[in-house]
Structure formats: structure tokens, C-alpha cells
């Protein structure tokens, strides 16, 4: 069992950055894949970028691609999204979640554990 703790969101103006972290307790061995998904108000929740655990491959969403970054700090069991050139249309509450599996899936119904999220707002 997996648990995941989002922090570093809050307000910024467009053209400024974010760093998100989420820190995950629980979890034995390497063989996991965690991820960044998004939620805006009346909006389906969407991937953002996830990683690997163990090898570090990566994967993107077309709309964030050159601008957030995605990154785990393996000791800390913990996965960060470094995001720079932010946009109004990034306000959203993101999520970090979880897989049992050292893949990246961009389907939000394949992962097994999710945090509690946090909100990133953009000004325009």
C-alpha cells in the first residue's frame, strides 16, 4: 500500500513557475511508475507526465512538452514537477499518482494509489 502527499502548489502569474512534490511512503522495491495528472473546474482529469521509478523514462503530454519537467529523487521516494512558462489554462488541482508497473500510462483509471492534489493557479 502506497501513500502519496502533494505540496508546492499556489498562485502565480503567467510566464512564472511551480515546483510540485510528492512524497510517497509504503512502498518496497523499485517496480513502480508514478505520474502528474491535472483536473481544472468542469474539465476531465488529464495525464501531465509520469516517469518511471526505477530507469527514469519519461513521457509528456503534448501541452506541457518544453516547458514542465518531470524528475524523482529516488532516495526521498520522491517525484517532482519542475513547471516554468506558465499559463492561465494551467490552473488546475494536480495529482500525483502511482502504478504497480515500471511503465508510464497516460490512462488515469491504471493507476492503483493517488494523493489528496493540489491547487495551481495562473493569472493572466
Known amino acids: 500500500q502506497v501513500q502519496l502527499v502533494e505540496s508546492g502548489g499556489g498562485l502565480v502569474q503567467a510566464g512564472g513557475s511551480l515546483r510540485l512534490s510528492c512524497a510517497a511512503s509504503?512502498?518496497?522495491?523499485?517496480?513502480?511508475?508514478m505520474a502528474w495528472f491535472r483536473q481544472a473546474p468542469g474539465k476531465e482529469r488529464e495525464f501531465v507526465a509520469g516517469?518511471?521509478?526505477?530507469?527514469?523514462?519519461?513521457r509528456y503530454a503534448d501541452s506541457v512538452k518544453g516547458r514542465f519537467t518531470i524528475s524523482r529523487d529516488n532516495a526521498k521516494n520522491t517525484v517532482y514537477l519542475q513547471m516554468n512558462s506558465l499559463k492561465p489554462e494551467d490552473t488546475a488541482v494536480y495529482y500525483c499518482?502511482?502504478?504497480?508497473?515500471?511503465?508510464?500510462?497516460?490512462?488515469?483509471?491504471?493507476?492503483?494509489?493517488w494523493g489528496q492534489g493540489t491547487q495551481v493557479t495562473v493569472s493572466s
Open positions: 499518482a502511482c502504478k504497480g508497473r515500471s511503465y508510464v500510462y497516460v490512462q488515469q483509471s491504471l493507476y492503483d494509489y
Open positions: 509504503g512502498r518496497t522495491g523499485s517496480t513502480y511508475s
Open positions: 516517469i518511471s521509478w526505477s530507469g527514469g523514462t519519461t
